[in-house]
């Protein structure tokens, strides 16, 4: 959609809610008023999702007249033009499936020809979504769809969303699961006579054997699935076929076979123009010259299968963000393939530039739109500066496999280090970080009554300290006050840095001031948001304790009420707390609010259904359900077209606020989209955190930071050694808290 429009409407849809506001409306009629309003801008994914995300509040006879509604609008439309409008041809695979569904759900049941769009409509949504490796939504979708095939007796449509739930299961690596589901649509299929349906089901069956490693039975169904793809002249099935055995192939350790299987189906991949297939080829070419040992052949194949998927995602619209970060979840393979290619040619400079490509693309894409900039690959030499101009050691990791770490040290002089480390093999860096983390979260905000049990944890903090700290020890630096910012990679984003212990049993953050950022490119574009701020006007908001919504059972927090109080006295502002903290009061003040502090829950869930986790638990309203949401963050202040927070300052001290789904992209939840929200600095946490413990680190941290003027990280650093020191409190109590961003 273009900004004009986008803006366009964001402008509409507040005045209209304004309005409502003003008229003391619903919740439920607020939603149903956004749901008209978006049909009748022929905007159906969004009318959908409206329904979805806030289902809830409304009636079941509502749910179904807003179907009926949207799909009477559509066919009004339809039937004056004829097809369906250039912006839904334009949209996505997903808006056809979404503007499908609306259409045939509200239809009469009894008809069987509508129960089978309806069930078709789901089909294509779990397809939809599994592509953008959504699998639970696919799930959901694929097993309706298969119900009502079954109900109505269509066995193709059965067979078909077999073959779909087959996929799901593949992708989730539950390859016994997928197999049963495989056989049964292959059984289906062959009765029926559909072929292409029949080579689908072998390929998935070859990919199955193929991640158990029975490679010479995959070899097989591939080679079943290549013949009748051929016979029915279904090119681009073929080029999948040769793909599979290629792979097959490579994990028998025939390279020479595999390169001949991946060029055929790079070869047909060019010839009909399937980009995708091409970026899949050129990767899996990458791959298998890797394996054998050729990695001067290999780099220029990897490099063409990123260009290619980078140029697919420019393709998706910014506004679109969700997406994105869910595509490029399929696509991170040959970002890792190329750096082990690069080290392995000892080239760990372009290695860390091929990392730094890989992480946080969509988020520096929304920045960088936000400031009209076009998007650049990033150089050393912008590395080196965001060193200097941080005045930090930069510490990025890469979780390149479970047996290899790569680790790269920029100081602020800008020598770029690289170390590699080979990872233990009785127990996983991932599980280890499960592991530490399930032993230090005994208890949370809320629930103060638990006892710690930390005398177990000591040595997997200890473990984690040999394996990320230790092989860059030396580079670290001396000075406790010079800052350390680590940019963690997949699972280590769930790491408590600051609680790791060397030998002697010393905390990181005895020894170092430490922050964390996504990405180093993101630290730019934080530091130009810090100077965007940092003379502007405006209070500080503090919120502590509201009432909670009904629709989670979240005790009250007496702890974050004493906590707000405290702060809001500290910084001279009026306080919301109880009844009064409501997301619509808190949504008025963030645009105005210079500092901003939020002593309550956090949850983990994507209570808006839209693919992104995380919500700030406010107190409810006629006007909302009390649940600010990630999603709400990006649509309000960080899709383009919006206007950025002017916080300098963001204090989620709540549980669990640094945390959201673990993707390529990294974190996907509150603090990313904070982040977007053009929030330079944020103080969040990595777990559930007690509720006295925490009131005690916060005042002690805005104490650090207001009078006794630390910068941010030295300020949170010196409210954990005042618990560590004088209370000798454990790290279940100060460890969950760490600043993303800018420290000053």
Same mark, same amino acid.
């Given at each position: 959609m273009e900004p004009e429009k986008r803006d366009r409407i964001t402008a509409e849809l507040a005045e209209l809610e304004n309005q409502l506001k003003a008229e003391k409306a619903s919740v439920s009629e607020v939603i149903l008023a956004r749901v008209n309003y978006f049909a009748d801008q022929e905007l159906w994914s969004d009318a959908l999702r409206e329904v979805y995300a806030r289902e809830d509040f409304l009636e079941l006879s509502e749910k179904i007249t807003t179907k009926d509604f949207c799909s009477g609008e559509i066919g009004n439309r339809e039937q004056g033009t004829g097809n369906s409008t250039e912006e839904v041809r334009r949209d996505s695979n997903l808006d056809d499936a979404y503007r499908s569904f609306l259409y045939y759900s509200s239809a009469d049941n009894s008809v069987t020809g509508y129960r089978q769009g309806e069930a078709s409509s789901f089909s294509s949504l779990g397809n939809a979504y599994s592509s953008l490796a959504e699998y639970e939504r696919a799930i959901d979708f694929h097993e309706q769809s298969l119900a009502i095939f079954?109900?109505?007796?269509?066995?193709q449509g059965e067979a078909n969303s077999l073959n779909g739930l087959g996929n799901v299961?593949?992708?989730?690596?539950?390859?016994e699961r997928a197999i049963d589901f495989y056989q049964q649509s292959l059984a289906i299929f #062959? +009765?029926?006579? $559909? #072929? +292409?349906?029949? $080579?689908?089901?072998?390929?998935?069956?070859?990919?199955?054997?193929?991640?158990?490693?029975?490679?010479k039975r995959a070899v097989d169904f591939y080679q079943q699935s290549l013949a009748i793809f051929r016979a029915i002249g279904a090119r681009q099935g073929e080029a999948l076929s040769l793909n599979s055995l290629g792979n097959a192939y490579g994990s028998l350790t025939e390279y020479e076979r595999a390169i001949d299987f991946h060029e055929q189906s790079l070869a047909i991949s060019r010839e009909i123009g399937y980009r995708q297939g091409e970026a899949l080829s050129h990767g899996n070419l990458g791959a298998a010259l890797k394996n054998s040992g050729n990695f001067t052949e290999a780099e220029p194949y990897l490099y063409n299968s990123i260009n290619i998927y980078e140029e697919i995602r420019t393709k998706i619209s910014l506004h679109n963000d969700a997406w994105k970060v869910s595509i490029f979840e399929k696509q991170v393979s040959p970002y890792i393939r190329l750096q082990q290619v690069l080290i392995a040619q000892n080239k760990p400079q372009q290695a860390l530039l091929i990392s730094e490509r890989g992480r946080a693309q969509a988020l520096v894409n929304l920045l960088l739109s936000k400031q009209s900039v076009t998007p650049q690959h990033p150089n050393l030499k912008e590395i080196q500066k965001i060193a200097q101009e941080q005045n930090a050691t930069l510490v990025e990791y890469s979780l390149i496999s479970n047996s290899e770490l790569y680790i790269w040290v920029i100081p602020p002089n800008g020598e770029i280090q690289f170390r590699s480390v080979n990872l233990p093999q009785d127990i996983s860096l991932q599980q280890l970080v499960k592991v530490s983390r399930k032993q230090i979260v005994i208890r949370g905000r809320g629930n103060n009554n638990a006892t710690s049990q930390t005398h177990d944890n000591t040595n997997h903090l200890q473990q984690l300290h040999q394996l990320l700290i230790a092989p860059i020890a030396d580079l670290l630096p001396e000075n406790e006050q010079e800052r350390i910012i680590f940019i963690p990679h997949q699972e280590l984003f769930l790491v408590p840095f600051a609680a790791l212990q060397d030998k002697n049993k010393a905390y990181l953050i005895e020894k170092h001031t430490v922050l964390t950022a996504p990405s180093i490119q993101s630290l730019r574009l934080t530091r130009q948001h810090r100077e965007r701020v940092k003379n502007l006007p405006g209070e500080a908001l503090v919120v502590g304790n509201p009432i909670m919504p009904p629709l989670k059972n979240l005790s009250p927090l007496p702890g974050a009420e004493t906590e707000a109080k405290q702060i809001a006295q500290m910084l001279d502002t009026e306080l919301l707390i109880g009844a009064e903290a409501t997301e619509t009061a808190i949504v008025q003040k963030m645009p105005n609010a210079k500092v901003i502090h939020l002593a309550t829950h956090g949850l983990l869930d994507d209570i808006s259904g839209v693919g992104s986790p995380g919500a700030i638990v406010l107190a409810p309203s006629a006007q909302d359900d009390g649940f600010l949401t990630s999603s709400e963050i990006m649509e309000q202040y960080g899709l383009p077209g919006t206007t950025p927070l002017r916080a300098e300052l963001v204090v989620l001290s709540a549980c669990d606020t640094g945390r959201g789904e673990i993707k390529g992209e990294?974190?996907?939840?509150?603090?990313?989209?904070?982040?977007?929200?053009g929030v330079p600095s944020l103080v969040v946490s990595l777990w559930q955190v007690p509720d006295d413990a925490t009131q005690e680190l916060m005042v002690e941290f805005y104490t650090n930071l207001y009078e006794r003027k630390l910068d941010k990280a030295q300020a949170l650093r010196q409210a954990m050694l005042t618990m560590i020191n004088e209370e000798n409190l454990d790290p279940i109590d100060w460890a969950a808290f760490t600043v993303i961003g800018e420290a000053e």
């Amino acid at each position: 959609m273009e900004p004009e429009k986008r803006d366009r409407i964001t402008a509409e849809l507040a005045e209209l809610e304004n309005q409502l506001k003003a008229e003391k409306a619903s919740v439920s009629e607020v939603i149903l008023a956004r749901v008209n309003y978006f049909a009748d801008q022929e905007l159906w994914s969004d009318a959908l999702r409206e329904v979805y995300a806030r289902e809830d509040f409304l009636e079941l006879s509502e749910k179904i007249t807003t179907k009926d509604f949207c799909s009477g609008e559509i066919g009004n439309r339809e039937q004056g033009t004829g097809n369906s409008t250039e912006e839904v041809r334009r949209d996505s695979n997903l808006d056809d499936a979404y503007r499908s569904f609306l259409y045939y759900s509200s239809a009469d049941n009894s008809v069987t020809g509508y129960r089978q769009g309806e069930a078709s409509s789901f089909s294509s949504l779990g397809n939809a979504y599994s592509s953008l490796a959504e699998y639970e939504r696919a799930i959901d979708f694929h097993e309706q769809s298969l119900a009502i095939f079954r109900e109505i007796g269509d066995i193709q449509g059965e067979a078909n969303s077999l073959n779909g739930l087959g996929n799901v299961y593949y992708s989730l690596a539950e390859y016994e699961r997928a197999i049963d589901f495989y056989q049964q649509s292959l059984a289906i299929f #062959r +009765q029926i006579g $559909a #072929r +292409q349906g029949e $080579a689908l089901s072998l390929n998935g069956l070859g990919n199955a054997y193929s991640s158990l490693t029975e490679y010479k039975r995959a070899v097989d169904f591939y080679q079943q699935s290549l013949a009748i793809f051929r016979a029915i002249g279904a090119r681009q099935g073929e080029a999948l076929s040769l793909n599979s055995l290629g792979n097959a192939y490579g994990s028998l350790t025939e390279y020479e076979r595999a390169i001949d299987f991946h060029e055929q189906s790079l070869a047909i991949s060019r010839e009909i123009g399937y980009r995708q297939g091409e970026a899949l080829s050129h990767g899996n070419l990458g791959a298998a010259l890797k394996n054998s040992g050729n990695f001067t052949e290999a780099e220029p194949y990897l490099y063409n299968s990123i260009n290619i998927y980078e140029e697919i995602r420019t393709k998706i619209s910014l506004h679109n963000d969700a997406w994105k970060v869910s595509i490029f979840e399929k696509q991170v393979s040959p970002y890792i393939r190329l750096q082990q290619v690069l080290i392995a040619q000892n080239k760990p400079q372009q290695a860390l530039l091929i990392s730094e490509r890989g992480r946080a693309q969509a988020l520096v894409n929304l920045l960088l739109s936000k400031q009209s900039v076009t998007p650049q690959h990033p150089n050393l030499k912008e590395i080196q500066k965001i060193a200097q101009e941080q005045n930090a050691t930069l510490v990025e990791y890469s979780l390149i496999s479970n047996s290899e770490l790569y680790i790269w040290v920029i100081p602020p002089n800008g020598e770029i280090q690289f170390r590699s480390v080979n990872l233990p093999q009785d127990i996983s860096l991932q599980q280890l970080v499960k592991v530490s983390r399930k032993q230090i979260v005994i208890r949370g905000r809320g629930n103060n009554n638990a006892t710690s049990q930390t005398h177990d944890n000591t040595n997997h903090l200890q473990q984690l300290h040999q394996l990320l700290i230790a092989p860059i020890a030396d580079l670290l630096p001396e000075n406790e006050q010079e800052r350390i910012i680590f940019i963690p990679h997949q699972e280590l984003f769930l790491v408590p840095f600051a609680a790791l212990q060397d030998k002697n049993k010393a905390y990181l953050i005895e020894k170092h001031t430490v922050l964390t950022a996504p990405s180093i490119q993101s630290l730019r574009l934080t530091r130009q948001h810090r100077e965007r701020v940092k003379n502007l006007p405006g209070e500080a908001l503090v919120v502590g304790n509201p009432i909670m919504p009904p629709l989670k059972n979240l005790s009250p927090l007496p702890g974050a009420e004493t906590e707000a109080k405290q702060i809001a006295q500290m910084l001279d502002t009026e306080l919301l707390i109880g009844a009064e903290a409501t997301e619509t009061a808190i949504v008025q003040k963030m645009p105005n609010a210079k500092v901003i502090h939020l002593a309550t829950h956090g949850l983990l869930d994507d209570i808006s259904g839209v693919g992104s986790p995380g919500a700030i638990v406010l107190a409810p309203s006629a006007q909302d359900d009390g649940f600010l949401t990630s999603s709400e963050i990006m649509e309000q202040y960080g899709l383009p077209g919006t206007t950025p927070l002017r916080a300098e300052l963001v204090v989620l001290s709540a549980c669990d606020t640094g945390r959201g789904e673990i993707k390529g992209e990294g974190v996907v939840g509150l603090s990313r989209s904070l982040i977007a929200a053009g929030v330079p600095s944020l103080v969040v946490s990595l777990w559930q955190v007690p509720d006295d413990a925490t009131q005690e680190l916060m005042v002690e941290f805005y104490t650090n930071l207001y009078e006794r003027k630390l910068d941010k990280a030295q300020a949170l650093r010196q409210a954990m050694l005042t618990m560590i020191n004088e209370e000798n409190l454990d790290p279940i109590d100060w460890a969950a808290f760490t600043v993303i961003g800018e420290a000053e």
